[in-house]
T-cell receptor
Framework: SQQGEEDPQALSIQEGENATMNCSYK?????LQWYRQNSGRGLVHLIL?????REKHSGRLRVTLDTSKKSSSLLITASRAADTASYFC????????????FGSGTQLTVLP | NAGVTQTPKFRVLKTGQSMTLLCAQD?????MYWYRQDPGMGLRLIHY???????AKGEVPDGYNVSRLKKQNFLLGLESAAPSQTSVYFC?????????????FGEGSWLTVV
């Protein structure tokens, strides 16, 4: 399976700190997306970055993409307890961009 | 605007029983999907549909069937449930937004097969 792999699998930080999660993938992509999943809920789309983009911001989120290293990172600045969730990267591959492939996720815990 | 709605939310089945999970979306999306989520394995695509009357196999289609008779509905059937099908099932639909296929998920259906 051409799956994105998140790193670390689990991350625990204090409120106010920044959280960084990484995603690596194996083949050429059309775009990469990050989703959040609160416990017991469905996934919610956070941000999309196209393969020709290197960085994108949305509120407290910053996503970078390095296609030469086949990797992406998601930075959440000034984290809050409400950011506690699992975060997944999803890749849309060239030629099958409609089918996203999800990684196994990073479980982020933000301690108050 | 409800988005993607799945029913039932929870179900317990005995091995060999059959059931259908219902999914409805009100966003007029062409593409719809069924995923399953298991601990440590992320989401895996079961079946998907690119439009009314179409279906296609995903990564893990065995033991499941789907139908898309109406654009807004995508049904997932388990023909003869097995304990290995104990999982959380997510229905989703998608739209092409800003150069990528953004997926909108339902809230999930927890299925236990005993």
């Amino acid at each position: 399976s051409q799956q994105g792999e998140e790193d670390p699998q689990a991350l625990s930080i204090q409120e106010g700190e920044n959280a960084t999660m990484n995603c690596s993938y194996k083949t050429s992509i059309n775009n990469l997306q990050w989703y959040r999943q609160n416990s017991g809920r469905g996934l919610v789309h956070l941000i999309l970055i196209r393969s020709n983009e290197r960085e994108k911001h949305s509120g407290r989120l910053r996503v970078t993409l390095d296609t030469s290293k086949k990797s992406s990172s998601l930075l959440i600045t000034a984290s809050r307890a409400a950011d506690t969730a699992s975060y997944f990267c999803a890749t849309g591959f060239s030629g099958s961009a409609r089918q996203l492939t999800f990684g196994s996720g990073t479980q982020l815990t933000v301690l108050p | 605007n409800a988005g993607v709605t799945q029913t039932p939310k929870f179900r317990v089945l005995k091995t060999g029983q059959s059931m259908t999970l219902l999914c409805a979306q009100d966003m007029n999306h062409e593409y719809m999907y069924w995923y399953r989520q298991d601990p440590g394995m992320g989401l895996r695509l079961i079946h998907y549909s690119v439009g009314e009357g179409t279906t296609a196999k995903g990564e893990v289609p065995d033991g499941y069937n789907v139908s898309r008779l109406k654009k807004q509905n995508f049904l997932l059937g388990l023909e003869s449930a097995a304990p290995s099908q104990t999982s959380v099932y997510f229905c989703a639909s998608s739209a092409w937004v800003m150069g990528g296929n953004t997926i909108y998920f339902g809230e999930g259906s927890w299925l236990t097969v005993v």
